[in-house]
């Protein structure tokens, strides 16, 4: 049947599509170095990118190659659904703050806490009554809130600091005494008070 098609087909076109078994060199060019093959032209610049996969060598073995790994990432925290952290907790609502909720932005934890531990008691009275507001705002926790609550101890502490038995008391009540730091906080308020 090939027979056929080829009689069929004019010379030029036969001989042109017949593979040639032996390889084919460019000719060298004019300055006597060999031709370099180059990708072919694209009219949008960016869609060429795309497809470029760069070339690497072999995979590095490890000598853990043999050993399974886990599927799990190790840095896991979990807790129960439902469950209000203790960072977020607080007695005045943003309405009321005026803060928004995100106050605490990309800031962690540990900055946090030592921002509010550097702030002086004995500040004028306005800005006295703005580290208070902070203080018993329901915030968003930050990024790194973890069950410590280091934040939310923070918060108590510079209350107690400040004479603020009540407040930090509400605030304990609120996010219930389940830690024994929040416990033991809990109980001095409440001896401090005349409560116990």
């Known amino acids: 049947m090939l027979t056929v098609l080829a009689s069929a087909m004019p010379a030029g076109l036969v001989a042109q599509s017949a593979p040639d ?9 004019p300055n006597g170095s ?4 180059e990708p072919p032209f694209s009219a949008i610049e960016w869609l060429s990118d795309i497809f470029v996969v760069p070339i690497t060598g072999p995979e590095d073995v490890s000598s853990d190659a043999g050993r399974p790994r886990s599927a799990i990432p190790e840095d896991i925290t979990t807790s129960p659904i439902g469950q209000v952290k203790a960072d977020a907790v607080g007695l005045l609502p943003a309405s009321v703050t005026g803060l928004p909720r995100n106050f605490w932005g990309p800031t ?35 990024i790194d809130s973890s069950p410590e609550a280091r934040l939310f101890l923070a918060r108590i502490d510079k209350l107690l600091a400040m004479g603020a038995l009540d407040p930090a008391l509400a605030l304990i009540e609120r996010a219930g005494p389940n830690t024994p730091a929040l416990f033991r906080r809990w109980f001095d308020i409440r001896l401090l008070s ?3």
């Open 21 to 29: 078994p032996s390889p084919q060199t460019a000719a060298p060019l």
């Open 34 to 37: 060999e031709p370099v093959a």
């Open 108 to 142: 962690g934890s540990s900055k946090l806490v030592r921002m509010i531990g550097a702030q002086r008691i004995d500040m004028p009275p306005p800005l006295n009554m703005l580290l208070r507001r902070l203080l018993l705002a329901e915030l968003d926790p930050p």
């Open 194 to 196: 005349g409560r116990e």
